[in-house]
């Protein structure tokens, strides 16, 4: 009969390696791990991408596909955003509460939310010397009798015949300041303090807020990011589908 003594240690290394197992689990099912494929679903048939092919086989580093990193070493344990944390297949209301979840801290916010402006740069008294009278920049006497405050009309949001605060602004300063309106948004600091947006913890700005060139011109909708990408990728290596003959290569016909 083997004594207490021997049997001890094996016991006690048995409940170690049962320890170690269970915590390396736990943490590895935490991560999350590299795809091996990934199905894309299209109206002009699915497509099957061979993601781990193109990351180890091919060699490819993360950077050049997942612009979101600068550099990434070759492991399968890399982390890096799916394409469709920021490329939709729809720019819609379920996209736009949805995405938010996609990143793992609001850091990668300002990458599209990238400026917002707080208070209003504006010395009243300083503009009296360069206006002939007030009226230059209120209303004529049959608006307002008495030259008052925009903000007593001019609201957040547009109210029927009532242009917004916004946009009164812009159309009374851009009449006198031409030169800064015609810089378009890199003159918007002449004005406008810019908000820390490390720090910032209020609502993003609607994009068409700022930007004349529809969402979908900005940041490329899912399907044309991949065509995009993918194909300029395969002319310059001369390899891989990228003619408009090519479609059936990465599209399964139905």
Do not use: W
Not at 59 to 83: F, G, P, R, V
Not at 234 to 240: F, K, L, P, T, Y
């Amino acid at each position: 009969m083997r004594s207490k003594s021997k049997i001890l240690p094996v016991i006690l290394a048995a409940i170690l390696l049962l320890i170690a197992a269970v915590i390396g689990y736990v943490q590895a099912g935490n991560k999350p791990q590299m795809p091996v494929r990934i199905l894309f679903e299209n109206t002009g048939g699915k497509v099957i991408f061979s993601h781990l092919t193109h990351h180890r086989d091919y060699q490819i580093d993360c950077a050049k596909c997942h612009h979101d990193k600068k550099q990434m070493e070759l492991s399968e344990n890399d982390e890096a955003l799916a394409c469709g944390s920021c490329h939709p297949n729809e720019f819609n209301e379920d996209f736009i509460v949805d995405h938010v979840d996609s990143f793992p801290d609001e850091t990668y916010c300002v990458r599209c939310h990238h400026t917002e402006y707080g208070e209003v740069i504006f010395d009243h008294e300083e503009h009296k010397d360069y206006a002939s009278d007030c009226y230059d920049c209120h209303h004529g006497k049959e608006i307002e009798p008495e030259p008052q405050n925009c903000a007593n009309c001019h609201k957040g949001e547009d109210s029927g015949d009532l242009i917004s605060m916004r946009l009164a602004g812009h159309e009374s300063c851009g009449s006198c300041h031409e030169d800064m309106f015609d810089k378009g948004l890199s003159s918007c600091k002449s004005c406008h303090v810019a908000v820390d947006m490390t720090q910032y913890e209020g609502d993003y700005t609607s994009c068409d807020s700022c930007h004349e060139s529809e969402i979908r011109e900005l940041v490329l909708p899912r399907m044309n990011a991949f065509h995009d990408q993918c194909m300029s990728c395969h002319e310059e290596m001369g390899a891989g589908p990228y003619g408009p003959d090519n479609c059936n290569q990465c599209h399964i016909s139905r």
